[in-house]
């Protein structure tokens, strides 16, 4: 173990985690981490490529930042940064986060040519209509028919689930996996839900299935309260 | 000062013209005074439906841009005394003449001076729907009982509710009694759940109807005929009667369900 006034480096099996103090200033602390890797550069040869993991405390570090850092460990790269830990984000991801793992409630008709676009998850107590169109980022619960088209993890989850009271839609898309309606002489009674299964089908099946393969469906535990 | 309503469908051929002629005769029989604007400009229909071909001198676009004032525009119907005017679409312009703002000053005078304005919409979501909704202070959605026809009704009442105006309300029209009894054509019931907005007419299917636009007499000028009926209800409601609406009665075999079924469509 190796320490420096604001800079504290640990050897793990997976490479060096570096603790970074974050009451300094970003140039003492570029300056110290520069003196540590100086005075220990014996310790590291040059064939092998070192992975480090930053833990900057409560300090947030811009990109720019971590490639200075970067830049003081080793410009040649052979020591990189791996990945940055940090107790702060950003307000702005802050509230992406907030968004995504919310849910959009809609009370309305999508009729034909109106689309719906949202992120995170999506309730809609209405119907969708031929010609309409419900997209959101999570998943899609549909409190009503829905017969238009419905678009759950519309930018790449392909986790996503679709759920309606009545499952007649024109097309079912999840993820990047785009169904056109299944033939189906009667017209469900039961809720459904559709999800893709493993070998990447868009399944159609009775919402008690759901449990079974989407067990981490749950966003609301303990009284309400959003984790995860 | 007056109201103005809107008829639209979206899709061409559902009985718009018609349906703004015979319900702005019906609220002049039940004593109103009423305009009709037909705002379907390069395609006027409703002065010929209703027998004014002859007597267009000005027309929308003329008082839009100012060459006439709006009452030498305007078509007296002699049938009706003082109560039914049409102001006339130009036929040789084309939709882009005039603009919303020009189309919602023309409504607001008119406004002033009738008890109601029915404006007839051309088919379409463009330019013309557009200038057809400006002025409007609620809407009559008309359908047919065909897919096509009730998926553009839904698609109109998707612009129309972003619009600042009661929500629309729905006529279905030339509904086939014994194809509805076959299951051939959609029912009452399908098309107002899909729509989902209130139901203020139901008009049969009927030669007759034909007939009376031909003649340039509104059908509603017949008071035997069911269409008429029809249109004389639908008058009644937006006036604010409450005009029993008799759907279609669900399927059932047996003569008499049959018959009444048959007589659910004079609602």
Known sequence: ?228 | MGEAIVITSGKGGVGKTTSSANIGTALTLQGKRVCLVDTDIGLRNLDVIMGLENRIIYDLVDVATGRCKIHQALVKDKRFDDKLYLLPAAQTSDKNAINPDQMRTIIEGLKKEFDYVIIDCPAGIEQGFQNAVAGADQAIVITTPEVSAVRDADRIIGLLEKEPMTPPRLVINRIRSNMVKDGDMLDVDEITNILAIELIGIVADDEEVIKASNHGEPIVMNPNNKASLAYRNIARRILGDSVPLQHLEEENSGIFSKIKKFFGVRS
């Open chain 1, 1 to 228: 173990m190796v320490n420096s006034h604001n800079v504290t480096i640990k050897g793990t099996k997976d490479g060096l985690l570096l603790r970074l103090d974050d009451t300094c200033s970003f140039s003492t602390l570029l300056k110290d981490i520069k003196e540590t890797f100086k005075t220990h550069a014996h310790m590291y040869d040059e064939k092998h490529v070192v992975h480090i993991h930053l833990h900057t405390g409560n300090r947030y570090l811009t990109e720019e930042q971590v490639s200075q850092i970067q830049d003081v460990i080793d410009p040649k790269r052979n020591l990189t940064i791996d990945s940055v830990d940090s107790n702060v984000i950003l307000k702005e991801e802050a509230e992406r986060i907030i968004k995504e793992k919310s849910i959009t409630l809609i009370h309305n008709v999508v009729r034909s040519g109106q689309v719906i676009n949202t992120s995170g998850d999506l309730l809609l107590i209405g119907d969708v209509n031929p010609g309409g169109m419900v997209m959101a980022s999570g998943n899609v619960f549909i409190l009503g028919r829905l017969k238009g088209i419905a678009h759950a993890g519309c930018l790449g989850d392909m986790s996503a689930v679709i759920c309606a009271s009545q499952m007649t839609p024109t097309q079912l898309r999840i993820g990047d996996l785009y169904r056109r309606s299944p033939d189906r002489d009667v017209v469900p009674t039961e809720a459904e839900c559709a999800f893709i299964d493993d070998e990447d089908d868009l399944i159609i099946d009775k919402l008690t299935v759901l449990k079974k393969v989407r067990p981490n469906l749950n966003c609301f535990a303990e009284g309400g309260i959003l984790h995860g």
